[in-house]
């Protein structure tokens, strides 16, 4: 998987609490992504990351909030938790040129009680 | 606005005839287009992505994709479907000169079935 990890594999919570997921990378990328995918809603993007501290919004970052102080470690927090952020999250990463291909990780699948 | 559409939401092939999964797009400019793979329980796959040059472009596991800029589409293609071909199949477009914006377009994914 391109030399990216996410933690946790699996997490079930409580509707009200904080919760913040890892992305790990080992390549030294630039760009790295936060999607959630739900189905018949394919992939949505919720924030990325230029560069250490250079974060943006996606299509779909209320209630989410990210963070990035060094270069292999991108995280995802959800401040409190709702049952409509019961998903699967996908990091992702890319070198940063704008022909690049996009490289994802394994997964979190997120259910909010 | 930019938008990716894959019309099918399933495709049933049988196993050993050739397979096409749909993509068109609407995107302003020379778009760059990707493939990606997603079988059960697991993240994306790169299959394969059209830059520039040839319309035709060879990818992964035997996949390969034509672009067709007049009809602004670039269908998945496979000359002989393998049961184990059966997955979730994504096409992403990015728009060329968006500054620090690298973000993907998505269609909302094709269900390959093969049948043995």
């Known amino acids: 998987d391109a030399g990216i990890t996410q933690s946790p594999r699996h997490k079930v919570t409580e509707t009200g609490t904080p919760v913040t997921l890892r992305c790990h990378q080992t390549e030294n990328h630039r760009y790295m992504y936060w999607y959630r995918q739900d189905p018949g809603h394919g992939l949505r993007l919720i924030h990325y990351?230029?560069?250490?501290?250079?974060?943006d919004k996606g299509e779909v970052s209320d209630g989410y909030s990210v963070s990035r102080s060094k270069t292999e470690d991108f995280l995802l927090t959800l401040e409190s938790a709702t049952s409509s952020q019961t998903s699967v999250y996908f990091c992702?990463?890319?070198?940063?040129?704008?022909?690049?291909?996009?490289?994802f990780g394994p997964g979190t699948r997120l259910t909010v009680l | 606005a930019q938008s990716v559409a894959q019309p099918e939401d399933q495709v049933n092939v049988a196993e050993g005839n050739p397979l096409t999964v749909k993509c068109t797009y609407s995107v302003s400019g020379n778009p760059y287009l990707f493939w990606y793979v997603q079988y059960p329980n697991r993240g994306l796959q790169f299959l394969l992505k059209y830059i520039t040059g040839d319309n035709l472009v060879k990818g992964s596991y035997g996949f390969e994709a034509e672009f067709n800029k007049s009809q602004t589409s670039f269908h998945l293609k496979k000359p002989s479907a393998l049961v184990s071909d059966s997955a979730l199949y994504f096409c992403?477009?990015?728009?060329?000169?968006?500054?620090?914006?690298?973000?993907?377009?998505w269609g909302l994914g094709t269900s390959l079935a093969v049948n043995p």
């Open positions: 992702a990463i890319s070198r940063g040129e704008v022909t690049d291909t996009q490289y």
């Open positions: 992403a477009v990015r728009a060329p000169n968006a500054g620090n914006n690298r973000k993907l377009i």
């Open positions: 990351s230029y560069g250490v501290k250079d974060t």
